[in-house]
Nanobody, 120 residues
Framework: VQLQASGGGLVQPGGSLRLSCLAS????????MYWYRQAPEKQRDLVAS???????NYADSVKGRFTISRDNAKNTAYLQMNSLKPEDTAVYYC???????????????WGQGTQVTVSS
């Protein structure tokens, strides 16, 4: 299973970006998908998560500004980021809990990061 994150870039404060995370490979089902971020010299923090049924959870710092969604048919999760602030600058990583085959155990997979820089 491979996770491919994309959509990062440079944006001015107050701007918007949409990140995508595409899961590819052979698997039975993707369960919860996550977005994490890591700023320089800081720990990696959970930003948002979405369960396969659509239940979502957000870090307090992004509530009301970020929206996580997913398209199960496309095996893709999205993170719509609005009203971006300089403190949102970080490498954003996608993550997913995957069952590779029916009856198998859940495994966790990480994608590579995508850089988001918020600066004027």
């Amino acid at each position: 299973v491979q996770l491919q994150a994309s959509g990062g870039g440079l944006v001015q404060p107050g701007g918007s970006l949409r990140l995508s995370c595409l899961a590819s490979g052979t698997f039975f089902r993707i369960y919860t998908m996550y977005w994490y971020r890591q700023a320089p010299e800081k720990q990696r923090d959970l930003v948002a998560s979405i369960m396969s049924g659509g239940n979502t959870n957000y870090a307090d710092s992004v509530k009301g500004r970020f929206t996580i969604s997913r398209d199960n048919a496309k095996n893709t999760a999205y993170l719509q980021m609005n009203s971006l602030k300089p403190e949102d600058t970080a490498v954003y990583y996608c993550d997913a809990d995957v069952r590779e085959y029916l009856g198998g155990s859940l495994r966790n997979y990480w994608g590579q990061g995508t850089q988001v820089t918020v600066s004027s």
